[in-house]
């Protein structure tokens, strides 16, 4: 029955999305963010819908090829992050590896910029180095470093026509520290609809996430402070949108904390490991939008999700668990906790109830 639910549920349009968070990100205070992130909220509008996209791509890069493929793809783009970020799902029919990736965007109200990090679908775990940068009129560009072939290069992406009807975008390398460059991809685009529907799944999809995707209520109840013995919590609400990518092989989630403080959001993405057959989970939190943290790892067993995996907390390492149970179709709970003995003990210190609205 998941399965049909998961096909049924996969082609509901989404705007945003959310897995919960890791103990040490979300221990910190809500930061209200500057005057000038309101306006950066609409930097990605021209591009949240779905496209057709015509690839142009370099075969060989910095060996002084001139030899290219043309190949065609689509791309569904939803805002996150109250319109401070973005997720892109993206099918790249590249000829004879056909291909799912993400891309996920978040603005940094600090250096007033904003960061794009690249998932392939192909490489379970890997998030590219993210490149950084911003919109000046109808184009942006955005730079960041990276490794080719082992050895040091600049990466920049460049967006140009993006209020015109056909936006495009072109990746350049540099191997001399930006000196020259040599470009290496096109894509075209060709808007198909206003709105965001994700694309197609595949046969081998798994479903252990069909329960999540769709739009939640929840509520949240949270301890205060975390290996120290203390028994008091905060108890809120919020709100949680999903939807599946990477052709089922992932999904995304938008999730929008009422702390006590002041509100709160968060990108989770989580992605298939086929050969350990785990699932990744990590956390985009959007009071520290410059970084993703380490995934957690697990699987579901007889219908209770576990994910592991190491993090900090007052400067020391911990192990942190999440626990997905109770999962009916309109209803879930999510447990966190931490443990400072190597898994010997653990604290409680977050509950999570989930209420489907659709």
Do not use: C
Request: proline share 6%.
């Amino acid at each position: 029955m998941l399965r049909r639910d998961f096909l049924r549920w996969y082609v509901w349009s989404a705007a945003a999305a959310a897995a919960l968070p890791l103990s040490a990100v979300l221990a910190r205070t809500p930061v209200e963010p500057p005057h000038r992130s309101k306006g950066r909220a609409h930097d990605w509008d021209w591009l949240i819908g779905s496209w057709d996209v015509r690839h142009r791509r370099l075969r060989e890069r910095l060996v002084g090829s001139d030899d290219w493929q043309d190949f065609d793809g689509k791309s569904a783009v939803w805002s996150t992050l109250g319109g401070l970020g973005t997720i892109d799902d993206n099918l790249v029919d590249l000829p004879g590896d056909p291909y799912r990736g993400l891309g996920i965007r978040a603005f940094d109200t600090v250096s007033d910029s904003w960061a794009i990090w690249w998932l392939d679908g192909r490489r379970p775990g890997h998030i590219d180095p993210p490149v950084r940068g911003k919109f000046d009129g109808d184009s942006g560009r955005f730079s960041g470093r990276d490794t080719l072939r082992g050895k040091p290069i600049v990466m920049r992406f460049t967006w140009r026509a993006i209020h015109g009807r056909r936006p495009w975008w072109e990746q350049a390398f540099s191997a001399d520290d930006g000196a020259t460059w040599e470009a290496n991809w096109r894509n075209w685009f060709t808007r198909t609809d206003a709105v965001p529907k994700p694309l197609p799944p595949l046969a081998d999809a798994p479903d252990d996430w069909a329960f999540l995707v769709g739009r939640w209520q929840v509520q949240h109840r949270r301890l205060r402070q975390r290996l120290t013995g203390s028994d008091e919590w905060d108890v809120f609400d919020g709100t949680l949108v999903n939807w599946p990518v990477l052709g089922g092989h992932g999904n995304v989630g938008d999730n929008l904390m009422r702390f006590p403080g002041g509100d709160v959001r968060g990108i989770g993405l989580r992605q298939y490991d086929p050969d350990r057959r785990q699932w990744l989970s990590w956390w985009l939190d959007g009071r520290d939008p410059t970084r993703i943290g380490a995934p957690l790892r697990g699987r579901f067993v007889d219908g209770v999700g576990t994910l592991l995996g190491e993090d900090t907390h007052d400067g020391k390492a911990i192990l942190t668990r999440v626990v997905w149970s109770q999962i009916t179709a309109r209803s879930a709970r999510w447990e966190q906790a931490a443990s400072a003995d190597g898994g010997v003990t653990w604290e409680t210190n977050w509950i999570s109830t989930f209420q489907r609205i659709d």
